[in-house]
C-alpha cells in the first residue's frame, strides 16, 4: 500500500454550539471523508498538532479523536510515524501512485460523497440501488411519444426550456398530484427539477448555511445527508420506529434548540420502508407552525403501496400555512433517463427556490417534458401504475420469503408496505460495511447502513432493494447473501 500525505493542515467545519463533542465532530467528519474515499487507503492524517492549529482546538482533543477513529477501524496511529487511513473497504486506488497527488493540498468544501460510491460501481446482482427494473417501465411508450414530438416539431431541440419548466408540464402534474396526492396547487406554485435531487439541493442552497440546523430521521437517505453536510449544516437525527420519524422526541428537541428544516421521507421511507402515522404527521405539521420551521418532504413512491387503501396523506396535503416544500420524482417509476421531479411550494418560499434554479441551470430539457404529458395526463399512468405495484408486490414477497427460508438465526427485518426497499439487521455486534465487502467479492452489492446516519452510524443494519433485479436473479442472489451473513456471523467473535 502506497502512503499518500494529505499535505500539511487540514480544516474542517466545527460547531462550537453544538451538544455534539469537538471529540465527537471530528471523528465523525473525518469518518465521513474516509467513507466517502475523499481520504483514501493509505493517506496520512495531518499531525496532532498541525489539525490542532488549523482547526483552533487542543492537541489533546485530536488525540482523542484520533484514538476514537483507530478503535471503530478508521485508522492506524504508528508511533513515530503519524495516523493513515486504515479503511475497511479494501479500495482499489487507481489514482493513489498518480502525478495527480498535490490536489490533495487544496482545500475543498465537501464533507461526505456516500451517494456517488454507492452508485459507482456494477455488479451481477445489485441490491444497493433504489430503482426499477427497465423491464417494468413504459420505455417504448416513451420513445414512441418523443418520436411523434419531433416529428411534429423539429425545431424543438433548437429550443431551452423556461426555467420553471414548461407551462403544459407544470398543468399535467398539478393534476397528477390532485389525483394520485390530493394536493391542491397551481401551474405557478410548480418548479419543474432534474430529479428530486436536484430539489434537495435547491432547498439546501436556498435555506442552509453553515451551523443551521437540520432535523432528519435516523436512518435517512444518503444523498440527502451529503447535501445538508455540505452546505456545513448541523444535523440532528431523530430515529425511526414503526410509525416513522418518532415526533416526541422531536418536541422535546425543538424546546432547546431552532431547527430551520426538517428533511422527511415520510411514505415508505429509504430505507427503512417505514410509513409516518396520519396522526404523527399532524403532529409535525403542529410542530413547524409552533416554531416556525420548513419541512421538506420528499415522497418519491407514495403510489407504490401494496395494500388495498393507500397511505396517509402527503404532509403537503395537510398543509394549510406554507411549511411544507413537496418534492415529487417521476424517473423512478417512469423514465429514469428523463430525471423529472417537481417542487411545491408557496409564497416567497417559491420566488426564492425560483431565483436559485435559474442560478442553477437554464431550464430542464424541453423534449423529456413534453414526452411525459400524454402519459401523465392518460389512463395509460393508471394502469401502469396498477402493473407495477403487482410486480414490485410480488418481488417483495419473494424476498420475504427468501429470508424467511435462508435468513440465519439474528437476522430480522422490517416488512414493507410499499416502495423498493426491505431494512435488514444483524445481531447488534455486526459490521455490514465489512459484510458488503465480502458480498462483493461474490458479486452483490447492497446499502451498509453507515451510509444512512448523519452522525455516527449504527453498523449493523443493511438496505436491500428488490426492484431492479429479475426474478431469477433475485432468488439466486438473496440465498447467496444470506450464505455469506450465515458465514459471517458463525465467524464474527461472540459478544462479551
Known sequence: MKTITVGGPMEIKLNRQSDQSLIDQISTILAEKIRSEFLQEGSQLPSIRSFSKENQVSPVTVSKAYALLERNGYIEVIHGKGAFVRNKEQRSSNESGSDYNWQLTIPDYIQRSQSMLNKRMEYAMKFSSATIHPGLLPSVYLVNEIVAILQADPQIVARYGTVQGDEDARKAIRDYVKTYSN???????????????????????????????????????????????????????????????????????????????????PTFHNPTGTVLSEARRRELLDLAQQYGFLIVEDDSW??????????????KALDTSGHVIYLKGFSKTLAPSCRIGAILSKGTVHQRLLSAKSSADSGNPLLTQKALIPFLRSDRMHAHLEKLRIALEIRRDQTIALLNKHAPKGVTWIEPKGGLNIWVSLPSNGNTDELLWKAQQKQITFLPSTACYPGEPQYHHLRISYSYPEPHDLTQGIIKLCQLMESYLQDMPPVR
Open 302 to 315: 407514495n403510489e407504490i403501496y401494496f395494500d388495498d387503501n393507500p397511505p396517509p396523506p402527503p404532509l
Open 183 to 265: 394536493i391542491a396547487t397551481t401551474p405557478q406554485e410548480i418548479i419543474v427539477t432534474n430529479g428530486v435531487q436536484q430539489g434537495i439541493d435547491l432547498v439546501a442552497k436556498t435555506f442552509i448555511g453553515p451551523g443551521d440546523i437540520v432535523i432528519t430521521e435516523a436512518p435517512t437517505y444518503t444523498a440527502a445527508i451529503d447535501v445538508f453536510r455540505n452546505r456545513g449544516a448541523h444535523i440532528i437525527p431523530i430515529p425511526v420506529d414503526e410509525e416513522g420519524m418518532q415526533t416526541a422526541l422531536l418536541a422535546t428537541l425543538c424546546l432547546s434548540k431552532q431547527p430551520k428544516l426538517i428533511y422527511t421521507n
